[in-house]
């Protein structure tokens, strides 16, 4: 789902892009996406979503499927928004994150990731 109105607005930069905006039912996106994870047996996952709103709401009935479905969320994150991207690549912070550069939040990111998937490993055993 794409929303963004730039997309829809230059033409002549984006000639190939065919629509801005579908509607997602998000039973049938759940259904589609469960399946993908039992097809490779993944049992947990991670989810990184825009902090729009519509975005928010898609994402908590997602895991609240995927819940229902055996499927643990390890983690849930909000991506870095245009302005904040902006900023860490040109290594200022933003509100968002504390650290300074994209690479470093993404490595936070990840960090983050594993420990919670080691910590849910060590809790079975």
């Not at 643990?72 to 968002?96: A, G, I």
Request: glycine share 2%; with cysteine; hydrophobic share 35%.
């Amino acid at each position: 789902m794409c929303n963004d109105p730039l997309l829809g607005l230059e033409k002549d930069h984006y000639a190939t892009f065919s629509r801005t905006n579908i509607q997602v039912e998000v039973r049938k996106l759940s259904r589609g996406l469960i399946k993908l994870l039992r097809k490779f047996n993944w049992t947990q996952v991670a989810i990184l979503f825009e902090n729009r709103t519509n975005y928010i709401r898609m994402k908590d009935k997602v895991v609240d499927e995927f819940k229902k479905n055996g499927i643990k969320v390890l983690l849930e994150k909000t991506l870095l928004d245009d302005k904040c991207y902006s900023r860490l690549y040109h290594n200022q912070t933003c509100q968002q994150s504390q650290v300074k550069n994209v690479t470093t939040y993404m490595q936070d990111m990840f960090t983050e990731l594993k420990e919670k998937a080691r910590s849910k490993l060590q809790s079975c055993y």
